[in-house]
């Protein structure tokens, strides 16, 4: 059993970054990928991006990829999406997730954190 808290979520301006974080209970973190999710308001729940127990491997939805970063300390047992040259339609509820594979299945899934980007 895994249990995720996210923190970091707040009002940022079109342009501007925030950092994420994710803290994650258990010993036996670094087994699990772990991923970055969204959910926009009306919209499905979508993949932003993941990184391998190990930390080695990162994937990222089209969409973020160049912006966004993932990364992991697996003696913290935290994971962190950094997000940068954020756009309003990257508001949303972001959710991080604990899974066997990088692209999922993902298993265990955090409260979410709300993040606006105005505009």
């Known amino acids: 059993q895994v249990q995720l808290v996210e923190s970091g979520g707040g009002l940022v301006q079109a342009g501007g970054s925030l950092r994420l974080s994710c803290a994650a209970s258990g010993r036996t973190f670094s087994r699990y990928a772990m991923g970055w999710f969204r959910q926009a308001p009306g919209k499905e729940r979508d993949f932003v991006g993941g990184?391998?127990?190990?930390?080695?491997?990162?994937t990222y939805a089209d969409s973020v990829k160049g912006r966004f970063s993932i990364s992991r300390d697996n003696v913290k047992n935290t994971v962190t999406l950094q997000m940068n040259s954020l756009k309003p339609e990257d508001t949303a509820v972001y959710y991080c997730?604990?899974?066997?594979?990088?692209?999922?299945?993902?298993?265990?899934w955090g409260q979410g954190t709300q993040v606006t980007v105005s505009s």
């Open positions: 997730a604990a899974g066997s594979g990088i692209v999922g299945p993902y298993d265990y």
């Open positions: 990184i391998s127990g190990s930390g080695l491997r990162t």
